[in-house]
């Protein structure tokens, strides 16, 4: 059970992607340090009403109810529906005070060939949706006190190539310069912007492994810390940043990811 927390108390933040994996687990910890909670999702309607069924039942057990956590469709590939969530959002609550820009998608997109569709895709909802995002909230930030936080997922592809997954690669490795390009352009205006790099995470997305035991392990045998992580775990790291405990913390890329970015491969000397 996550533990109730107040160091989120009276933030309103929009979760991206929020409906499933690590965006549900973000929504849920966020409510029980105290956060009001909009949850994005793009056709995706039942997953979502469930997370913000979660989020109340949270709020039930630590006292909280009556909150206005929301639930929010809108396609995080299309600027237009970018902007009428955002506006939506704030016009509801008049205020944001966190952006977590989680949504992504991941698909093969071999270098040597691969379909443009949805190349274009991967890069419009997991790189140029998160910049649409990332401005909308800005723009609400400065026009009033107290600044904000943004937070972008990553991942340990940000820094480690995945070959035949080329748009995904790309975007992460943008999202990365995203994060500390804007960090360093509002760091006076008491905007900061972190991401997290999750590495391999129990969730929808990794179904493709993590039901085969067989597979499961040939994955976490690549994993210094010798297993995947829950999403409740990467949760975590958001709320750390998302909370004055980070008030110092900008433009970094937290690795959560079990030791994957530290090259296991050199564990054992082999090079010398």
């Not at 994005?40 to 630590?62: F, K, P, T």
């Not at 006190?145 to 592809?157: D, E, K, L, P, Q």
Request: glycine share 12%; aromatic share 6%; charged share 20%.
């Amino acid at each position: 059970m996550i533990q109730r927390s107040s160091r989120l108390e009276g933030r309103f933040a929009l979760v991206t992607g929020g409906s499933r994996g690590i965006g549900r687990a973000i929504a849920e910890r966020f409510a029980a340090d105290g956060a009001i909670v909009a949850i994005n999702h793009y056709q995706d309607g039942d997953a979502a009403a469930e997370a913000l069924e979660a989020v109340r039942e949270i709020d039930a057990r630590h006292d909280r109810t009556g909150r206005p956590h929301r639930v929010v469709e809108a396609d995080i590939g299309s600027p237009t529906a970018i902007k009428e969530m955002l506006d939506g959002v704030i016009d509801d609550w008049k205020r944001l005070d966190i952006l977590i820009n989680n949504a992504g998608i991941q698909a093969a997109t071999p270098g040597d060939g691969f379909d443009h569709e949805t190349f274009e895709r991967i890069i419009a909802v997991n790189l140029t949706g998160q910049a649409y995002c990332a401005e909308a909230a800005i723009r609400h930030f400065l026009q009033r006190a107290g600044g904000g936080v943004i937070i972008n997922t990553t991942s340990a592809h940000e820094v480690i190539p995945k070959p035949g997954f080329l748009a995904y690669s790309i975007s992460k490795g943008g999202l990365g310069s995203l994060t500390r390009t804007l960090a360093l352009e509002f760091a006076d205006r008491g905007i900061r912007v972190n991401a997290v790099g999750p590495g391999a995470v129990m969730t929808s997305m990794n179904d493709g492994w993590r039901h085969n035991p067989v597979q499961k392990a040939n994955v976490e045998s690549h994993i210094p810390m010798g297993r995947a992580a829950e999403p409740d775990e990467i949760a975590a790291v958001y709320a750390f940043l998302a909370s004055d405990d980070a008030v110092y913390v900008n433009g970094q890329t937290i690795y959560a990811c079990g030791g994957i970015t530290l090259y296991g491969d050199f564990k054992q000397n082999w090079a010398s």
